[in-house]
Each structure stands twice: as structure tokens, then as C-alpha cells.
């Protein structure tokens, strides 16, 4: 099964990727779990947290769907008023507005561990007061310049799977979600671009070029539920990076609505032309306006695909031979390197790395024929080949790691992700100061801190963390306060805040720290250019 | 010789190049400028016009430096006032302000065909007020303060080789050049990165790197006398695009000098950290800040190299194999296809291509081993290896087509190039009609038009246009025609207005149409929340 074949996962609220697919955490998991500590909520001895409940337990977090039940606190919004309500109606019709309290429960908020835990909890504070699907790029300008009149503000919404933090505006506001923009508009197989609409899934546009011979080759772990749209305002990086570039290298092109008119880019893949302003837009997280169409650069489908597993002594070994990949090449289209604890917590069978002798794990996957001078790179640089086993362990699960945080939270853990980028010469640095920071941070539930590199570039690399421990009594509260601890040791070493996920609320300080003010002041004049009532996600970003 | 060996050009005013560097036209290019009809002015027959005057009259075009003389026009302008003169002194110290007519005429205009056709007219009415030498980013940004308090504009410049024309700002304004900025600050071998200073002119950086073993791989046209900071501020592509990619590609960080402080960005080769702000800089010409030096990703130098001509049997021919390249690969460092006009016109010798039947001639080069791939991919597309002899013919003139256009000036021939980019299926088409529009708007003097291509990437590819055809009595009105001709046929086959010159003034008009009103107000909101009373590059870009 390639990806083009993967259903698209309708998500539900509070509970990460496609209902249908049960996850069971395995018996050597759970183990690992009382090592750290973790007990099951209601257990003896286990804190009176949000985690999941006794099993059997009604936990508020899924809504079936429009018309299901969502907790008694959403009703504490007010309703939208008639005439908010007929302007909706004007733009997309009236079948196209709902304001039933099941939509709105399943348009809140995305995915982080925090979100997850106020789902658990019950909280409704953030749900919108209304979900609109328009059709087209027209209605969504149109909505978007009227929603000022009608003090209404607008919460872009199209994957849905953010983990950066959503937003609350104080005030009404409705959802746009953008799923009926779900066609594949163009397809240039001479300049070998695409034009998707901003609605459409990972696996739907993965589908539809399949059809034509063709792949982005954009697959984030999130892509069974992630969009085009999202993708491109949140700079999202996916696994293939190595061969296909970050989405922002894809877009040769977009089209963007904003309160005050239209704006599209891009004639040609470079130009002189000014400012690239493709880049302001793209990263602009719905602040701006909400990007319904992108052409992205395709390439033909792949008819054969190498995944394969290598050991290295250490990660420190591993980062130097994935440098020089990085740096002199060939590169693979996947390169990843997991540390020591991501290695050894990934794997239920040490004797992958032949032997139990430690050492730590690189995937290298090839869309294409199998390149040796890739592997030579790799066993010049100290790295034994372990076969396609692990590779392919790896492909078949690689989208399966976010299913496993809903059943870890459900017994008492808590977990989440964090990821930075830096320069070659930062990366040993700022990998040893953010794990410490975490581990300092949580020390009264100590954590276990895994860590891998999936992103590679001639100067530097990103860093992403998994952070696992026991829930405490207050379990968004002690994330928050690692998190805190986190972004400081990711700038005190001089990292980027974010290599992928993006800045939402979450970041937001930091991220205006990484900037400075006066850049930031400079994004704000932008904002008031084109959403001069500052109706488009308020809050978010700038 | 490899282009750190070379030595910077100290351009003089209103002519090209190293003055030292005596370029005579060949016979043969003499003979085909009679069958265009070309005179050389003062010749029966001849207009009246600006072509450089009769052999041996004194033209105004060149200050010999600081002290020379220049045309008489220049005195009109006022003179700075005391406390003007003394603001500047007090920030660069006095040494470090000339006024005097010499150099400032030297800082005058660039290098298009209408600024030199103006030098030669003795047109000085845009000559800067004093010229300015910072030695640090914190005497620019002192600069920038406080210019708006003493009624000064400013005018950055660094290699002063802008071919779209420069600017006139209707009050009293100084040039900041950046010449003293010419370090390199670090260079950081794990990441390799190189932070450089903005003065820096081009084969200076490439020596300075070349003592550590590494190279930028950054080689416009304009390298002997172009800089680090023009390349920045530009957009600039060099020769070698398809393989080290263009300037702003290779830009990870950059220092900004605004009247309201500093702007640092680049903490990771690539982030999700909101909009990418450097590529709101790059290209940004001046108008926003002053950019003070750049981190750029630099590559080991290489060992050898290798240049090599190929012949197609047309342009189409040809076109079609160098887009298999940029899209399948492997691409070779160099990749330039000429059509077959160009091609006739820059071979003296026609046997080269094999006998004299026609066809096109493409030069591919290698920074490092020869890749018989490469080649492979040519000979299946139709392509006949030429070997060594035009690819080195090429190498070692590379920089010397600039140099042709003053005495093509001088025997009374208007010579001007222009460019732009677009998606690969609309580059047909966009070549056809730039190539009538040109034709048509000079019917009068019928013209040669030239056309390469010089970058390519994935999803398009840049064409190049050298015009040449006989002056009329008033060349500059003469050009201004064919290029606003040239500039619609541009916009209307779908192609950007520039793929490495920049917008200037030149291209003013049809930037904006290209981007839309919307989005240039949002530049010019940028724009003034920077430089708030419009100190910086008043009437440029936006």
C-alpha cells in the first residue's frame, strides 16, 4: 500500500486520526510504562487527573458527528444572531452553515497534548460558534469581507491537525472549513505542476495525481488528516523531505483571500521580481487571509521504493554520517536518525541492531532505484546496514505513532512532541540542553526524552523530541511548564523555535523573541493591510 | 585562472568593466553590424544621436576618481548644508564624506543602456549629494537614523551594477557605499556557512573563501565588480544556478540596517517559525534597510572542472533536453542553451557546430568530476558533444559580453538585454512573443534579437534577450519603447518582469501589475513601519 492508497482520516474531536482504526498499546509499552512510574487514573496511588478515566469510563471526547452530543459548557456560548446567520446563508447557503453543538465540538481546537487534555476535561470554551463550508474561492472572499459588518470573527479550518495550540477569540466566530475546496484544478505535465485547492486531504491529492501518474511526496505524520491548506500555511515538513523538499519548496504559487480583495503569486518558479512574497504567505498561519489554492511542483510517481534500516554506535556517529549526506550527498528521499532512547524505546527487538549491543537506528528510503553510493556514504561513515527489515518496519507504522498517544494518555501518561532546527555546529548543543531543560522540568515525574533527526539540510538539520512521564494532578499545567523550559533552552541555543509545526499560540512568544520586535511590527503592518479589522485568527501569530 | 584568481573591477561611470581591460570588437562583428545598418555616428548617413561621438571627440562618460572632472550640469544640484556635512562626519568621521564631483559622479546611475546613454549625453541631474563610507552595520544604522532629521535621503550602494535603472530622489540624498564592509566575519566549517559582509564585491569574497578551500559558486555576469549586498538585495542568479542555485537560496541569515534599528534573521537553514522574513528582505532593493551582511551556505572548492559545448539541431531541440535535466537530472553545474540566432551570432566560427549546418549550441560545465550521466541524457535527447573547445571558449569570455556594449555604443549600435522566467509550457510561447514585440517596436531599425537560457529548475526556466539594431536619433526614447513593448509581452504570455535583474525603476509598472495592488500596499506597509519618512531608495521598487 502506498500512500495515494490511504483513506483520508476523518477526525474526530479529542482523539488523534480515523476512529476506525483501533490502536492497542503493546505489552512491552506498558511495561515501560511502570518503569516511568505510570499508573493507570483511578489506580492506587495514581493522581486524580484528566487521564482518560477508569476503563469504561465516559470520557467527553468524541462527537459522532453533527447532531452528537459535546459537553454541557459549549451551550454557555452565545448563539450566533439572525442576521449573522443569513449573511452565512448569502455566501454558501444555508445547508452550509451549521451551528449544531456536534459541528462545532469536532471544529475545535487541533491536536497537541494539551488540546487533548481539555477535550478530556470537557472544555468548551474555544469551540466555534458556527462551521461554514463555502465551495469556492469566491465564497470564501466573500465571507471573509463581510464578517467585519457582522462582527463576526474567522477560524480557517482545514486539516485540522495543528499541535501548536489554537485560539480563543474573545468575541463570535464562526469556522471556515475549507473541505469542499477538494479538486485537483490543473495539472501541467510539462512544467510538472499541480494546482490543489486548499480543502483537499493528504491522501485525496495524494489519489488524485496518482491518477494522472503523479506524487507531491509531501507526507507529514499527520497526512491521513492534514490538507493542502494547512500544509501550506504552517510550513509543514513532511517525511520525504530529503528527496522532496519541504511544502514550501513545492508551492511555485498561490491564491489568497483576504478581507480586502485577492492576491495571487507566482509566474515563475524564481523571479527577481521584489520580495518573494510567496514566503509571507506561506507560514502566515490564516493571520493574512486563507490560502485556497497552491500550484505545487509534482514529480512522476515512483515504480519502486527502498527502505532500509542502519545501525550506528552512537548518535553522535549517526549525526556526523547524515551530515555528510546532507552535505555532499547522494542524498536517500528519507533519512531519519534516532538517538540512543528513541532507538531503544522503538524498538520491542534489540537484536535488530544485531545483537543487543546498543548503538542507534537510521531509516534511509529511496523513491526510486536503490542508490549504493548512498550506502557507501553510510559505511564509510561507520554505519552497518541492518536490511530492509527495520525500513519497512518503519514505512508500514509510520504514521501510527500519533494514534498511540490517545491509549498512553488513557493510562496515565503523559506524552508529547517538540521540534527545533539548527545549524550543523549547534546541533549536539542544543539536542543536550533541551533534553536537559525537560528532564529539570519534570523532575518530580521524571520523563524519558527520545530524540531524532528527519529533516536535513546542507547547513543544519531539525531536532524533534518525544517526551514521555507520569501525569501529575495537573497534567496541562505540567506540560506547560516543560514547554516553557523547552523554548528557552531552544533559544538560548540557538535554534528556531519550530522546523515544522508552526508557531500558533504556543510558540507565539518565542517566536517574536526570534524575530525581534520591529519584525514583528513589520508582519503586524501586513496583517493591518489586508485584514484591517482583524477578523482572520486573532491572536495567532502576531 | 578560476574566479578567485580575478581581481575586482573598480568600474568607472558610464562604461563597463575594469578600465584597465581594452575590448575591441572582432572584425566580424563590424561586418554584421553594416547589415544591420549600424553607422558609427558623425558617418554620412549617421544619426545625430549620442552614440559616442566621432572617433577621438571627448565624451563625458568616465571620472578618472575622486577630483576628476564631470559634466558642468552637476554643479546645479545644492550643496549639502553644515549641518548635514557635519551629521555624517559625526558618525563616519569626516575622512569618510567626499563631495566633490568626481565621486559623485562615480556613484551615479548603474549600468543599463539607457544610464549609459545618459552618462555619455552628460545627463547629471541624478547625482548623489555627498557619498558616504560606513565601516560597520552600526555606522549604517546610525546613518539610517538620523537621516530623516537632517532632510536626507539615501541611496545604498554596494556594487553600483544595477542594469534597471536607478533612482532619482527629488530632494538632496547621500550614497552609502558599502566598500569597508568587506569582511569575512566567520566561517563555520560543520555548518559551512560564511557570514560576509555586504561590500564585499564578488571575486574578493571568492578569494577570501578560496584561502579556507571553500567557494559561494556565486558567478553573475556582473562578478568582477558586484557585491555581496546587491546580490542580496537583488535577487541575483549567477552562471552556475543550476548547480550551487541562485543568491537567495544560498542566503540562511541576514543583518538588516533600518531607520528604526535592526532587523537578525536566521536561526536555522529553514523553520516553520511564521513567514520566511529573509525572503521578504532579499529583493527587498534598498527600500526597506540596508542589508549589512549575509550568512550564506558555502561548498568546498572544487578540484576540477570541466565545460563542454553541445550541439542541438534547434532551439525546441534543445529546450527539451535541458528540461529533462532540470527535472530528472543529474544537472550539471552550468546549463546554457542559446537559440539559433545567438548562436550564429556569438560563433565567429560556424564550423563549430560541426560542418556549418545550422542548429544551436548549449554549454554544460561540472564543478567537480565529469558526470557521464549528464552527457547520457543530452546524446538521448539528440544532442552532439562538440567537447571542450566551445565549452572553454565560453569559460574563459564569460564575463566579457558586458564589456562589448560600450564600443557597440561607440560605433553607433543600441545594445541592451533584458530577461525574465516563467513555467516551462508557456516558455514557447513567451520567447515567440517578446522576440515580435521587440521586433515590431524597432521596425524602424530592424533589430537582431537573441534569446538564451541561463536557469533552470524543475517546474520552468529563464530566457535571456540581447537586442541589438542601429541607434535613432534618440536612443533613449528609442529603447524606452521597445522595452515597455517588451515588458507587455512579458506580463500577457504569463511570464514575471524579472528573473535576476531586479525591478529598479525600470520594471516599476510592471511589478505592480504583476503582484496586484493589494499586495503592494502591503510592501508599502512594510515599508513604512522601516523607514517611516520614507528615507531609503525613495521612488524604488514600490
Redesign the interface.
Known amino acids: 500500500m502506498t500512500e495515494s492508497d490511504l483513506p483520508v482520516a476523518e477526525l474526530t474531536p479529542g482523539r488523534w486520526g480515523d476512529p476506525s482504526q483501533v490502536v492497542e498499546l503493546p505489552a512491552a509499552a506498558l511495561d515501560a510504562l511502570k518503569h516511568l512510574g505510570i499508573k493507570r487514573p483511578g489506580a492506587a496511588g495514581a493522581p486524580a487527573g484528566v487521564g482518560g478515566g477508569a476503563p469504561g469510563a465516559e470520557t467527553p471526547r468524541a462527537a459522532e458527528g453533527p447532531g452528537a452530543s459535546a459537553p454541557a459548557g459549549a451551550a454557555d456560548r452565545p448563539e450566533l444572531t439572525g442576521p449573522q446567520l443569513a449573511f452565512l446563508a448569502s455566501v454558501v447557503g444555508s445547508e452550509h452553515v451549521t451551528s449544531d453543538l456536534g459541528s462545532r465540538w469536532a471544529h475545535t481546537r487541533g491536536y497537541s497534548t494539551t488540546d487533548l487534555l481539555r477535550f478530556r476535561a470537557g472544555d468548551a470554551s474555544d469551540m466555534p460558534d458556527a462551521v461554514v463550508y463555502p465551495a469556492s474561492h469566491d465564497e470564501v472572499a466573500a465571507l471573509l469581507a463581510g464578517c467585519a459588518e457582522h462582527d463576526l470573527a474567522v477560524v480557517p479550518y482545514s486539516g485540522g491537525t495543528s499541535v501548536v495550540g489554537g485560539l480563543a477569540p474573545t468575541g463570535r466566530f464562526i469556522t471556515v472549513d475549507l473541505r469542499r475546496l477538494d479538486q485537483l484544478v490543473d495539472l501541467?505535465e510539462?512544467?510538472?505542476?499541480a494546482t490543489l485547492q486548499a480543502g483537499l486531504r493528504g491522501p485525496a491529492a495524494e489519489h488524485l495525481l496518482a491518477e494522472r501518474g503523479y506524487t507531491l511526496g509531501h507526507f507529514p505524520q499527520s497526512y491521513e488528516g492534514a490538507s493542502i491548506g494547512g500544509y501550506a500555511a504552517?510550513?509543514?515538513?513532511g517525511q520525504s523531505s530529503a528527496g522532496y523538499g519541504?511544502f514550501?519548496q513545492m508551492v511555485?504559487g498561490l491564491t489568497l483571500a483576504?478581507p480586502?480583495?485577492?492576491?495571487?503569486?507566482g509566474?515563475?518558479?524564481?523571479?527577481?521580481?521584489?520580495?518573494?512574497?510567496?514566503?509571507?504567505?506561506?507560514?502566515?498561519?490564516g493571520a493574512f487571509g486563507i490560502i485556497t489554492s497552491v500550484v505545487v511542483?509534482i514529480?512522476p510517481r515512483p515504480t519502486e521504493r527502498h527502505f532500509e534500516g542502519w545501525r550506528f554506535e552512537s548518535f553522535d556517529a549517526g549525526l556526523t554520517a547524515v551530515?555528510r549526506l546532507a552535505?555532499d550527498g547522494p542524498l536517500p528521499t528519507v533519512l531519519r536518525l534516532s538517538d540512543e532512547i528513541e532507538t531503544a524505546v522503538n524498538l520491542a527487538d534489540p537484536d535488530v541492531l544485531g545483537g543487543g549491543s546498543g548503538g542507534v537506528l537510521a531509516i534511509i528510503g529511496f523513491d526510486g532505484p536503490y542508490n549504493q553510493a548512498t550506502a557507501d556514504v553510510l559505511t564509510a561513515a561507520g554505519g552497518e546496514n541492518l536490511g530492509e527489515g527495520p525500513g519497512e518496519t518503519w514505512r508500514t507504522g509510520r504514521y501510527r505513532a500519533p494514534y498511540l498517544r490517545d491509549p498512553l494518555l488513557d493510562e496515565g501518561a503523559l506524552v508529547e512532541t517538540l521540534e527545533?532546527?539548527?545549524?550543523?555546529?549547534?546541533i549536539p548543543a542544543l539536542k543536550t540542553a533541551v533534553t536537559e531543560a525537560l528532564v529539570d522540568a519534570l523532575s518530580a515525574t521524571p520523563p524519558l526524552v527520545l530524540c531524532h533527526i528527519s529533516?536535513v539540510?546542507?547547513?543544519?538539520?531539525?531536532l524533534y523530541f518525544t517526551v514521555i512521564c507520569a501525569q501529575s494532578d495537573d497534567p496541562v499545567e505540567q506540560w506547560l511548564t516543560a514547554k516553557y523550559a523547552a523554548n528557552h533552552a531552544i533559544a538560548d541555543a540557538?535554534?528556531?523555535?519550530?522546523?515544522?509545526?508552526?508557531?500558533g499560540t504556543d510558540?507565539r512568544t518565542a517566536?517574536h523573541a526570534?524575530?525581534?520586535s520591529?519584525?514583528v511590527?513589520?508582519?503586524?503592518?501586513?496583517k493591518?493591510?489586508?485584514d484591517p479589522d482583524g477578523v482572520l485568527n486573532p491572536g495567532i501569530?502576531?
Open positions: 501541467d510539462i512544467s510538472r505542476t504552517a510550513r509543514s515538513s519541504r514550501d511555485v483576504t480586502r480583495g485577492t492576491i495571487e503569486l509566474r515563475a518558479p524564481m523571479s527577481a521580481a521584489g520580495p518573494d512574497l510567496r514566503q509571507l504567505i506561506l507560514g502566515s498561519e511542483r514529480r551530515r552535505q527545533t532546527a539548527a545549524f550543523w555546529s549547534r529533516h539540510y546542507e547547513t543544519g538539520a531539525s540557538g535554534g528556531t523555535i519550530t522546523h515544522h509545526h508552526g508557531v510558540h517566536y526570534e524575530i525581534g520591529l519584525a511590527e513589520a508582519l503586524q503592518a501586513v493591518h493591510t489586508l501569530l502576531i
